[in-house]
């Protein structure tokens, strides 16, 4: 007699919610590649996050991935995965140690992260008001691959400014200590009142690592940054216009009256100083000012 074996039933599929699913992994794919395309997300970050396998980078085709780079279409993404030796159905979750390690390398090149003329260090400076710290700021949490000196001042902190991130808030026998142990890379009285300095062992210790390192001050910092350290790239983060400076200004509503005229004419005579910078960027955007920032540290040319 032949046996014969009852065969399991299927279960059923919620074609709905898989559906539901289904669009909802497209459109974050979609903003994914939106956000590498407009310089929002780093590409060596993409690649960290796709190590998540419930992240939109993770299910993200690599020649997809490619072709968020300028200048990189279908046919050339394609010749990419054959150099790489990757399959064009890989996704970037799906890659194995050494292709991920090749398609780092790719990319590491390509953003020009590895070019032997990019700086070390990069001093983002520009007058008051600028968002010089909103647009450091906006590398910090988008391109972790950056490490930002924290400043030391004399001045009192800011309402949610907090001690060890956003500056190193120190009386003046404190400063004068540092001073005179040589311990600052630059230090300038800002605006008549309080000093600002640059801690020396941090930046000289990223450099040693071969890591970028970007220094947010002012401009007399910078100027003496590239008296001491001329292979520093300088970089001068400038308004859109004049009444968008003493709108932020006005905006910022953390001085008093008399500090801000103060601040506002100090901010004159910083803007003329933008022609000794290596390089003049424009704050409309913030993320588009961030992105223009970082592809100088890395060495792409502008």
């Not at 008296?227 to 968008?244: G, R, T």
């Amino acid at each position: 007699m032949t046996e014969q074996r009852r065969s399991t039933p299927m279960p059923e599929v919620d074609r709905v919610a898989a559906n539901r699913a289904a669009v909802a992994a497209r459109r974050s794919r979609a903003e994914l590649k939106q956000r590498l395309r407009s310089g929002e997300l780093s590409p060596l970050r993409a690649i960290e996050d796709s190590r998540d396998a419930d992240s939109a980078a993770a299910s993200l085709r690599v020649p997809e991935f490619l072709q968020t780079f300028p200048s990189v279409g279908e046919v050339k993404s394609l010749r990419i995965l054959e150099e790489l030796a990757i399959s064009p159905r890989k996704r970037l979750g799906g890659l194995g140690s050494k292709q991920r390690a090749r398609l780092i390398d790719f990319v590491r090149e390509r953003v020009g992260a590895s070019a032997p003329g990019a700086p070390m260090l990069t001093v983002l400076a520009g007058p008051t008001a600028v968002g010089k710290g909103t647009v450091a700021a906006y590398v910090r949490e988008h391109y972790p691959g950056i490490e930002h000196s924290v400043s030391v001042t004399t001045r009192p902190p800011r309402p949610g400014e907090e001690h060890g991130r956003h500056y190193f808030f120190v009386d003046d026998e404190a400063f004068d200590r540092m001073l005179a142990a040589d311990e600052l890379l630059e230090w300038a009285t800002v605006h008549n009142r309080y000093r600002y300095g640059t801690p020396r062992g941090p930046v000289v210790e990223a450099s040693d690592r071969g890591v970028r390192i970007l220094l947010e001050i002012d401009l007399q910092g910078a100027r003496q940054v590239r008296a001491s350290m001329p292979e520093a790239k300088l970089v001068f983060l400038a308004p859109p216009s004049w009444d968008a400076l003493v709108g932020r200004l006005l905006g910022r509503g953390t001085e008093d009256e008399e500090e801000r005229t103060r601040r506002l004419e100090t901010a004159k005579v910083e803007l003329a100083a933008a022609e000794e910078f290596d390089a003049v960027i424009v704050n409309d955007e913030v993320p588009r000012a961030a992105a223009a920032l970082v592809e100088i540290m890395n060495g792409v040319a502008r």
